[in-house]
């Protein structure tokens, strides 16, 4: 009985021995990995506190040939990390990389440091010609009114055809701004449906409004290139507010006409008038 005891007494002393080794080894383990990490730090700190010589650092791919069988040592562990932050720009660097870490570089290629190149743009002198040009235009538009009603622009077509259809595409231009010039007037409605139906102590002003022939006539092109030149601005009348065909005219219209307007001129089969 006393061997046994003393035999398990040995066991439990070699126990006690084996677990007391290992808790030195691993106290001894952990210092070591300690004090490496201690280290890489100190290491990652002085590299990022050192100055960084130039503006920027040029990163590139190697300007040396290599060999084709020659092997290049990439660094691990500690010494990779301590390569990695030693290679990092420094801070406040600017650098537009070429490629990505997924991309192979090609020998040769450069990143350079980027610096604003935008240029200030005075642009006051432009925007005052702009707003000139546009309250110049206003002003045009408003002394030369083209915009009207779907009505209105059929209105004018038509009599422009039953007055002028056989003139050229001048005479029919004047029909046209003698009707607009009308519009303008204090004298006359503000339109030109109401311009070419108006109907003064019973006496129609346009014929074709009283016979009618502004509900039969077919509108030519020449019609429509005549009045959208008279829209855009092409005036050949000199302010003219009446016009008149002697020839199909009536006696006493003709002496009203002589006696009571001002002859500007005659253009093809119609002479134009105004007020005196």
Request: charged share 25%; proline share 3%; with cysteine.
């Amino acid at each position: 009985m006393e061997v046994k005891e003393d035999l398990r007494e040995s066991a439990a002393e070699q126990d006690e021995r084996k677990n007391e080794k290992n808790k030195g080894n691993s106290v001894r383990g952990f210092a070591v990995l300690t004090m490496c990490a201690v280290l890489a730090m100190v290491i990652s700190v002085g590299t990022k506190i050192l100055p960084v010589s130039g503006n920027g650092k040029v990163y590139a791919a190697s300007s040396g040939k290599m060999d084709s069988d020659e092997e290049v040592a990439v660094p691990t562990g500690i010494a990779g990390v301590v390569s990695g932050v030693s290679e990092a720009p420094s801070s406040g660097s600017t650098v537009t990389r070429i490629g990505s870490s997924c991309e192979q570089v090609i020998v040769g290629q450069r990143v350079k440091k980027v610096k604003n190149t935008t240029a200030d743009l005075n642009v006051s002198s432009s925007m005052e010609n702009k707003v000139n040009e546009l309250d110049a235009r206003s002003i045009t538009l408003a002394e030369n009114p083209t915009l009207m009603s779907d009505e209105d622009y059929a209105t004018l077509l038509r009599i422009v055809e039953a007055e002028a259809g056989s003139e050229d595409i001048k005479g029919r231009v004047l029909v046209a701004n003698v009707i607009m010039n009308r519009v303008k007037s204090e004298d006359f409605p503000n339109t030109v449906t109401e311009v070419v139906w108006d109907n003064s102590d019973g006496v129609p002003q346009f014929s074709p409004t009283y016979d009618g022939r502004i509900n039969e006539v077919t509108v030519s092109d020449e019609t429509r290139e005549a009045v959208k030149q008279a829209l855009k601005g092409t005036d050949y009348s000199e302010g003219a507010l009446f016009f008149i065909q002697k020839s199909a005219a009536e006696a006493h219209n003709v002496k009203w006409f002589e006696k009571d307007l001002k002859k500007l001129f005659k253009y093809g089969v119609h002479e134009f008038y105004t007020y005196k």
